[in-house]
């Protein structure tokens, strides 16, 4: 048994280093319902996330894979600070992260970014892209030079993959994979240390996919990234992830190593996915008969 | 296994029916996979094909130019048989499926090409009346989202009835009874009240099922099916795909399957056409399309995803660029500019789908040398 059966990983570079980068302790989101426009009455909550804990090592690629309504998201968003949670803690680089607010947490947004599902609606179709990408090194006051800023989106721009002379064309000259790397290239802009990427190959064809899902596993070597990858595809999350937590119901039912998770997965709801993957082994068994 | 020995398998005489429990969904994907390795032979030899589709071309003028949306496409669907079309957004998949249903006819569309069905003659120069007789009788539909083919605001039996009643002349009552009985082949549990649910009070999986209830109504022969599982999670997946080709075993009823899920076709079809750019570029029994494909572009899209048992650490192998814009397709090869093996000459000559050498029930559109290709791919493999 390697350390690796156990599921945390030695595998991951910069391990020995000071504690993992993110932790997350009995993280709780309800959304409360609310029937009334006058006067509100509350009819109970939706118990979005229950009691999720886990950690995330300097380095690895920690997936969180479950279907519509597991909580997946709302983790991501909770984690990024885009929710509240209802109860629980995050601990970025043993920093607890959950009561900050305003100037406080702007330190910590940089260090921590997110790239989203959906390439048509996460950009502002009115603004070049090289605007989108400078957005951040604005907004946190990075670059104040035009010049040196833009010499920075076009570094970012060519880092993604993308020509850096397009900085002044608009989204909708650009497909929805080239859409996704601008995305990232914004989300890198401020150098972060966790990228959160919630299903963020979901809304690509089929061949754009493995173009996005290659630049973030490069991406991850090159800049020493930590990503928290979230998605409902069982292989996209094999391809990518060193440790995976299964949620169902808003809970993590299962936490495991990659090779443990999908060679010898303990909970039947774990199975029950693996086992509803339409045509597993007809794609992967693509030999060519003698 | 020769072909005979396949032939003599039932296709899914064991499918359980579609039941709830994780056991039953594993078995029925289990089943569905093993009916899918014996399903790979050609239809015993009765009679002609249920659907001939003969050089179909499709295309729109919009304002921003001609879009030839399918270009010259034909395709064969023998009684009781899967053909699954795949291809990526903007290859014309959906276009090449739902002309059959005459669904292409309205907003400026151009239809050109010879769609036989049934004995019913070219449905493409049938008067509007008579095609929808057809249409929802023998030529049924489902489509990825049941929410927007499902009214909202009428109880989900209502509308099977409506259905049932466009079509016979059947009593309220009778046509309520038959709409039951739907929802329970469909395995809806409690029919007898569902019937009176409204849309929004089922779940995705359930809705689709209402879907294939009321697309069941008519008896159709040939059900055509557009994405009908991408918007729901992969468990219900599993279950709807379970219960179509259980339906179909016991229904004798065809089906063209529309997809850009290689699994799902996988697990379903019989036959596989591969869509690029709004023509078939490939052809052939799924077991061929998943052993020995030889177009490129299946090629690609084979390497392009990531699998269950693969090996993990190698990149995965894109393709290279986007598909062509339909308002400017490339000459020659459509998917020459994205191909590593085009040369030149392959940017002027447009390939035509034709027999692998050997091979009558395969076809590729593609100018390299078969042998050729045979080696790239064994290489690639």
Redesign the interface.
Known sequence: MSAEETGMGSEAPGTSSAGPLLEVRGLTKHFPIDRGVMRRRNLGSVRAVEEVSFEVLRGETFGIVG??GSGKSTTARLIARLLEPSAGEVRFEGREITGLHGRDLKPVRRELQMVFQDPYSSLNPRKTIGSIVAEPLVVHRVESDRAARTRAVQELLETVGLNPEHYNRYPHEF?G??RQRVGIARALALGPKLLIADEPVSAL???????V??LL??LRRRLGLTMVFIS?D???I???CDRIAVMHEGRIVELAS?SQL?SAPRE??T???????????????????A | MSPLDDALIPRGSSSPPSGAS?EA??DA??DA?AS??SASTPAPASGGPLLRVEDLRVSYTTEDGLVQAVDGISYELAPGRTLGIVG??GSGKTVAALSVLGLTRAEGASVSGRIDFSGHGDLLSLPEPRLRAIRGNEIAMVFQDPLSSLHPMYRVGAQIVEAIRAHREIAKAAARARAIELLDLVGIPEPSVRVDAYPHELSGGQRQRAMIAMALSGEPKLLIADEPTTAL???V??QI?ALLSRLQHERGMALVLVT?????????ADEIAVMYAGRIVERAP?KRI???PEHPYTW???R???????P?EE??????G??PSPLALPPGCRFHPRCPYSTPEHARTDPALEPVPGQPDHEVACLLDPAERRRL??EL?
């Open positions: 279907e519509s497909s994979g080239q064809d089929v061949s754009i996919q493995a173009q899902l290659n596993r490069d409902h069982l292989s996209v094999r391809h990518m990659n999908y039947s709801y199975r029950e996915l693996l086992a509803a993957v339409p045509g597993a082994r007809r794609v992967t068994g693509r030999t060519i008969p | 994780p969904v594993q994907s289990a996979r899918a390795t990526e957004s999670d992969v468990t997946q599993a795909l850009h899920d290689l699994g799902v076709v996988a697990e379903m799924t998943f052993e020995v690609g899209l084979l392009s995803i990531p699998t269950l048992d693969g993990r990149l995965l192998t894109p393709i290279p986007s598909p791919w064994r493999g």
